[in-house]
Nanobody
Framework: QVQLVVSGGGLLQAGGSLRLSCVAS????????MGWYRQALGKQRELVAT???????NYVDSVKERFAISRDNAKKTVYLQMNSLKPEDTAVYYC????????????????WGQGTQVTVSS
């Protein structure tokens, strides 16, 4: 079973920056797609950013130009750099690994890390 350990959440003011880290227990990180989700209170979980095994990145429109996902396969770690944070970025953030040989970010195709709270005050 894959374990994803997340760190880096916290409380900060609008306009600030924060970096989340996700360390994977697997040795096959280099060949899987990774992502970050978030879930705000009372809302559905939302896919925020993904990075393919080849390094291609995708972002939800609301975080483009502000967030950056990256990976260091040697350290088995994926990062989410969050800049220019806004109160609407407040949520629990989750690291996610898409299982091998799956085609979508949904349901049973995902291994989840524990969530980390990010709170942005105005």
């Amino acid at each position: 079973q894959v374990q994803l350990v997340v760190s880096g959440g916290g409380l900060l003011q609008a306009g600030g920056s924060l970096r989340l880290s996700c360390v994977a227990s697997t040795t096959v990180l280099s060949i899987v797609d990774m992502g970050w989700y978030r879930q705000a209170l009372g809302k559905q979980r939302e896919l925020v950013a993904t990075i393919s095994s080849g390094g291609r990145t995708n972002y939800v429109d609301s975080v483009k130009e502000r967030f950056a996902i990256s990976r260091d396969n040697a350290k088995k770690t994926v990062y989410l750099q969050m800049n220019s944070l806004k109160p609407e970025d407040t949520a629990v953030y989750y690291c996610a690994m898409r299982k091998l040989n799956t085609l979508s970010w949904s349901g049973d195709n995902i291994y989840w890390g524990q969530g980390t709270q990010v709170t942005v005050s105005s």
